[in-house]
T-cell receptor, first 113, second 115 residues
Framework: DVKVTQSSRYLVKRTGEKVFLECVQD?????MFWYRQDPGLGLRLIYF???????EKGDIPEGYSVSREKKERFSLILESASTNQTSMYLC????????????FGPGTRLTVL | AQTVTQSQPEMSVQEAETVTLSCTYD???????LFWYKQPPSRQMILVIR??????QNATENRFSVNFQKAAKSFSLKISDSQLGDAAMYFC????????????FGTGTSLTVIP
């Protein structure tokens, strides 16, 4: 059974903290994605990676960075968390191409106080 | 960038009835792919159905089918014989070879199934 896992389902952090969200997939997929999901806004792409150590900015990269040191793992980093980064964060993975299904993790609900 | 519009933030359906969720998109491409994803409450998002734009035949997966109208740039999802387990947020998404690896998602439709 294919799987994308995320390190935490719920996370509470304080303003200014550095936050790490981790995602692991076991499907040997080249592509990995980080989305932010907010009510009424749908899913917005933060960053994606198409290979180890490669990354591309998505639509809303400001305030975030990413790291992909191994093919199966993709980390999202909030260098200095702010309250407007309170959201649901979804990780996904896929084979290359804009036509292959993306497989999603369960999401991390992040609250920044 | 391509845009995907879901104009129905919320929908409801009686159990065993049929419901149609709307999705429109804007693109100048001829070769692309459309997806419907389902996100049940507190559960993982999963793919419901996928349509290749070059195929004229509408995709079908059990009780789920699409009405793909390429000229109108419309891609609606029909759920027949609705079940309580169909209650979820549904997202329409667009992908293509030219967008590289990126999908464009709509804002979602929350479906309630009434017993």
């Amino acid at each position: 059974d294919v799987k994308v896992t995320q390190s935490s389902r719920y996370l509470v952090k304080r303003t200014g903290e550095k936050v790490f969200l981790e995602c692991v997939q076991d499907m040997d997929h080249e592509n990995m994605f980080w989305y932010r999901q907010d009510p009424g806004l749908g899913l917005r792409l933060i960053y994606f990676s198409y290979d180890v150590k490669m990354k591309e900015k998505g639509d809303i990269p400001e305030g975030y960075s990413v790291s992909r040191e191994k093919k199966e793992r993709f980390s999202l980093i909030l260098e200095s968390a702010s309250t407007n980064q309170t959201s649901m964060y979804l990780c996904a993975s896929s084979r290359p191409g804009g036509y292959n299904e993306q497989f999603f993790g369960p999401g991390t609900r992040l609250t920044v106080l | 960038a391509q845009t995907v519009t879901q104009s129905q933030p919320e929908m409801s359906v009686q159990e065993a009835e049929t419901v149609t969720l709307s999705c429109t998109y804007d693109t100048s491409e001829s070769d692309y792919y459309l997806f419907w994803y389902k996100q049940p409450p507190s559960r993982q998002m999963i793919l419901v159905i996928r349509q290749e734009a070059y195929k004229q035949q509408n995709a079908t997966e059990n009780r789920f089918s699409v009405n793909f109208q390429k000229a109108a740039k419309s891609f609606s999802l029909k759920i027949s014989d609705s079940q309580l387990g169909d209650a979820a947020m549904y997202f329409c998404a667009y992908g293509s070879r030219s967008t590289g690896n990126q999908f464009y998602f709509g804002t979602g439709t929350s479906l309630t199934v009434i017993p």
